[in-house]
Nanobody
Framework: QVQLVESGGGLVQPGGSLRVSCAAS????????MGWYRQAPGKQRELVAT???????GYADSVKGRFTISRDSTNNTLYLQMNSLKPEDTAVYYC???????????WGQGTQVTVSS
């Protein structure tokens, strides 16, 4: 059973930075894909950033140039570095993991990020 535990969320002022982490209970040395999604109150969950097994990355237009996704296979941890944060980045951030060669995905429980002065 795959478990994903997010951490690092919190309250930050506009323009500030935050890094959220996702610790996996299994090896993430080989993956199909991992990613970060977010869901704001009253809105649907949306894709923020993804990373493939080959290291390719993709970002939502709204976060390009501000957010960076990375993977530490040694520590089985996925990161999302968020810079120049805006109030509209406020949401619960969820980690997603898709094992190699499979179509099912696993989700973490989410971590709250609030951008406010």
């Amino acid at each position: 059973q795959v478990q994903l535990v997010e951490s690092g969320g919190g309250l930050v002022q506009p323009g500030g930075s935050l890094r959220v982490s996702c610790a996996a209970s299994v090896s993430i040395f080989r993956i199909n894909a991992m990613g970060w999604y977010r869901q704001a109150p009253g809105k649907q969950r949306e894709l923020v950033a993804t990373i493939t097994g080959g290291g390719g990355t993709g970002y939502a237009d709204s976060v390009k140039g501000r957010f960076t996704i990375s993977r530490d296979s040694t520590n089985n941890t996925l990161y999302l570095q968020m810079n120049s944060l805006k109030p509209e980045d406020t949401a619960v951030y969820y980690c997603m993991f898709q094992p190699p060669g499979r179509t099912d995905v696993y989700w973490g429980q989410g971590t709250q990020v609030t951008v406010s002065s």
